[in-house]
C-alpha cells in the first residue's frame, strides 16, 4: 500500500472512454486508500478535472501552483513564463 503513486500522462494514447476510466481510478485511489496522487500531463482539462493543485513548471522550475479553478489567464501566463515565484525545482 504505497503512499504516494507518481504519475505520467495515464491517460496518452487511449480513447476517451478508457481515459475517464483511468482517471476514476486514479481519484479513487486518492479516496479510498489515502493515497498521494502526483500527476505530470499535458492536458491540462484533465488536470483541471481531477487535481487539487496544479504546480506550473516553466524552464525546470515551479513558477507557481495554483487550484484547478484559477482563471485561463493565471495559468497562461504562467505557462509562459510571465507571472508566478519561480522556485528552483531539486
Known amino acids: 500500500e504505497?503512499?504516494?503513486l507518481w504519475v505520467s500522462e495515464?491517460?496518452?494514447?487511449?480513447?476517451?472512454?478508457?481515459?475517464?476510466?483511468?482517471?476514476d481510478l486514479?481519484?479513487?485511489?486518492?479516496?479510498?486508500?489515502?493515497?498521494t496522487v502526483v500527476m505530470t500531463s499535458s492536458e491540462?482539462?484533465?488536470?483541471?478535472?481531477?487535481?487539487?493543485?496544479i504546480a506550473i513548471v516553466y524552464e525546470g522550475k515551479v513558477v507557481g501552483i495554483l487550484p484547478p479553478d484559477a482563471s485561463d489567464v493565471e495559468y497562461g501566463l504562467m505557462m509562459a513564463g510571465k507571472a508566478?515565484?519561480?522556485k528552483e525545482v531539486g
Do not use: S, W, Y
Not at 495515464?10 to 482517471?23: H, N, S
Not at 486514479?26 to 493515497?35: A, C, D
Open 2 to 4: 504505497p503512499e504516494v
Open 10 to 23: 495515464p491517460t496518452r494514447g487511449i480513447d476517451v472512454g478508457a481515459k475517464q476510466l483511468v482517471l
Open 26 to 35: 486514479l481519484v479513487e485511489f486518492n479516496r479510498t486508500h489515502g493515497m
Open 44 to 53: 491540462l482539462a484533465e488536470l483541471r478535472k481531477i487535481c487539487d493543485r
Open 84 to 86: 508566478g515565484n519561480v
